[in-house]
């Protein structure tokens, strides 16, 4: 669904998987985010 706010445990979840060098990819199939959304998760850390 376009424009729904993420939890902030989706949030550290994505921050946390990044930093054990997860791919994107790899992180969109484990937590239904889109790519475009992490990214700008990534980006703002």
Do not use: C, D, F
């Not at 985010?33 to 992490?38: G, R």
């Amino acid at each position: 669904m376009a424009n729904t706010t993420k939890n902030m445990q989706q949030i550290r979840h994505i921050l946390q998987l990044r930093a054990q060098g997860v791919r994107i990819r790899e992180i969109r199939n484990a937590t239904g985010v889109s790519w475009p959304t992490i990214r700008i998760y990534l980006r703002k850390q």
